[in-house]
């Protein structure tokens, strides 16, 4: 496939370049938004900080694409990822499917119910990724269903899949088996969140699966010791001869309802990976051209799912 989708159309994969390939606009629940007294989210406020936000990384650091990782029931709102697309002058990609969490309208309904139900939303909308999560142990009968779906979906649209896994018990291995189980090309995986672990075997095993992994969760939060650590952690599976299949990003948001406290992020939240982690990973010799094949040949290669 030699193209990708955006939420303002079909663009050519050349048009691609320097991506983040996994952060959020905004995720929240939806259904709680008919609570009378509920806090609701500026959304006009979200729009100017957001565009704002790409609009510095775009002229700084020369970011061209941005992927929204919020599936249809984490608060995906595709109006306002377009709107902050056309203002900013970065591409987003939108992403369909299905977080984790238990949906009691949608275990009513047939796989080939949701399948159809996400194969129509990503060819009305444009859009360029599937989500998955899955945060415990094994999918249970409910997730086993939604990923069957969204696997069935991807062999009908051919875009990549994302999954949200959950380094710290070590579930992206079975993740990855299982959609792979469903006949899903494995370089058409990403298995997310993988720099959560300092386990490299763990690691290794996905890669040696073909899937991309994701180094997305390189947060500023981490303290002193935490990035050096990740830049000698991605520098050793470079080494490795996995440069190839790392897509790093932060994870990170502009609101955010996911915590204890809902917030907008008054600052630029998609800053610290080039004014920090890049610098450190520079230091611990990872070189520019190795960043270049992760943040554009890498994601051009993802999207390509080669
Ligand atoms: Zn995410």
Do not use: W
Not at 206 to 221: N, S, T, V
Not at 264 to 278: A, D
């Amino acid at each position: 496939m030699e193209y990708f989708n955006t939420v303002l159309g079909r663009q050519s994969i050349d048009k691609l370049g320097k991506t983040l390939p996994h952060e959020h606009i905004c995720c929240y629940y939806e259904p709680f938004y008919n609570i009378a007294d509920n806090e609701h989210m500026d959304k006009a406020e979200v729009v100017r900080l957001s565009a704002a936000y790409l609009k510095h990384l775009k002229e700084t650091y020369g970011l061209t694409t941005f992927v929204d990782g919020t599936p249809i029931n984490t608060g995906r709102d595709l109006n306002l990822l377009r709107e902050i697309s056309r203002l900013s002058g970065v591409n987003i990609v939108a992403s369909s499917g299905l977080y984790y969490q238990y949906e009691p309208m949608l275990n009513l309904k047939s796989e080939q119910y949701l399948c159809d139900m996400i194969v129509r939303d990503c060819e009305q909308s444009c859009i360029g990724m599937l989500k998955l999560g899955l945060d415990s142990q094994k999918p249970d009968s409910y997730i086993q269903k939604v990923f069957k779906a969204v696997c069935m979906a991807q062999k009908k649209l051919n875009i990549p899949i994302y999954i949200h896994t959950n380094a710290f018990i070590q579930n992206g291995i079975a993740a990855a088996d299982f959609v792979l189980e469903c006949g899903v090309a494995p370089s058409a995986v990403t298995i997310g969140h993988c720099s959560d672990s300092d386990d490299n075997e763990y690691i290794y095993e996905i890669l040696k699966k073909g899937c991309y992994i994701g180094y997305d969760r390189l947060y500023p939060q981490g303290g002193e010791t935490f990035l050096p650590r990740k830049a000698a952690q991605l520098a050793e599976l470079c080494k490795m001869g996995y440069g190839n299949k790392v897509l790093i990003s932060q994870d990170t948001l502009v609101y955010n309802e996911y915590c204890p406290v809902s917030y907008i992020q008054q600052t630029n939240p998609y800053e610290h990976l080039f004014t920090n982690v890049i610098p450190c990973m520079e230091n611990t010799g990872i070189t520019k051209q190795q960043l270049h094949q992760i943040m554009v040949e890498n994601t051009a290669n993802m999207f390509m799912m080669i």
